[in-house]
């Protein structure tokens, strides 16, 4: 229940920065221009795989800004923008929604943030989510999260959900397993390959999740950038 409001009020800020989007664009852009290097992270895992609950763990303990592409695009149908009802058609058919609109709803997200380390959750699903992520936003991640969970277990706890999705039900989680399977796992294989993905066992508790994902935190300086500018140290053009 607490996740459904924090949910619904989340959708109703994301309208509202839509809505100033609309009125500043032009003073939103270079308002939102970073002078700070920002740290990526890409979240991937199938249906149900744990990626939202987990990525709740990290921002409470590495305050990190959390951004899951699916939220993202549901508030566009909340906001009936004007992909809203392709958008709507494409989640309820367990399809991926064209590249460029996921990327700019992203990008438009980082701008508007105060943030320099954020998590992108359930993208990129496919090799062409991933090349238009790459050219509109210029850089790769600097670390991908995949959550490994076997498909029985993925079903199980997306139909035991009950937060009224309209993807939530046995005919369309199955196809959601396949799209995942045939176009998303090519790009676990990618940064599997590029040696910055961390695969983490999703079954047991939350908390033994996250102390895998504790183990592999430990090791990166996510502040690093942020406090070497604070402090002069770093010079950024
Ligand atoms: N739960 C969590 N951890 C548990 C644990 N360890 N043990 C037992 N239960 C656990 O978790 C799911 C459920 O499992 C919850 O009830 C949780 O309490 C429980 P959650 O953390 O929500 O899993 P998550 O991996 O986030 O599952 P989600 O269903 O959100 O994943 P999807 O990737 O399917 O959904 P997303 O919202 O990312 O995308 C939905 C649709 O949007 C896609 O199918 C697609 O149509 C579209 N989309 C795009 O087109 N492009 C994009 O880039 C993104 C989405
Ligand atoms: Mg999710």
């Known amino acids: 229940m607490l996740r459904r409001i924090s949910s619904h009020l989340n959708q109703a800020s994301y309208c509202l920065r839509a809505l100033e989007g609309f009125s500043t664009d032009a003073t939103t852009l270079s308002s939102f221009s970073k002078e700070v290097p920002q740290f990526i992270a890409f979240v991937l895992g199938g249906p149900g795989s744990g990626k939202g609950t987990q990525c709740s763990k990290i921002v409470e303990t590495y305050g990190f800004t959390h951004l899951s592409a699916g939220d993202l695009l549901r508030n566009e149908i909340s906001c009936s923008s004007k992909n809203g009802s392709m958008i709507l058609e494409l989640i309820k058919e367990g399809k991926i929604v064209p590249s460029?609109?996921?990327?700019?709803?992203?990008?438009?997200?980082?701008?508007?943030?105060?943030?320099?380390?954020?998590?992108?959750?359930?993208?990129?699903?496919?090799?062409?989510?991933?090349?238009?992520?790459?050219?509109?936003?210029?850089?790769?991640?600097?670390?991908?999260?995949?959550?490994?969970?076997?498909?029985?277990?993925?079903?199980?706890?997306?139909?035991?959900?009950?937060?009224?999705?309209?993807?939530?039900?046995?005919?369309i989680v199955k196809k959601r397993l396949q799209v995942f399977r045939e176009l998303s796992l090519p790009v676990v294989d990618y940064y599997l390959k590029k040696g910055i993905l961390h695969k983490i066992n999703a079954?047991?508790?939350?908390?033994?999740i996250f102390e895998q994902v504790r183990t592999i935190f430990s090791v990166y300086e996510f502040d690093r950038f942020r406090d070497q500018v604070e402090s002069n140290e770093l010079q950024v053009e």
């Open 100 to 171: 460029e609109v996921t990327v700019k709803l992203i990008q438009k997200a980082i701008r508007s943030g105060e943030n320099h380390k954020y998590l992108i959750d359930g993208f990129p699903r496919t090799e062409e989510n991933r090349l238009a992520y790459e050219r509109i936003i210029g850089a790769p991640p600097n670390l991908v999260l995949f959550f490994d969970c076997p498909e029985e277990e993925m079903v199980k706890r997306v139909l035991n959900r009950n937060e009224g999705r309209v993807d939530d039900n046995e005919e």
């Open 203 to 208: 079954v047991g508790t939350e908390d033994d």
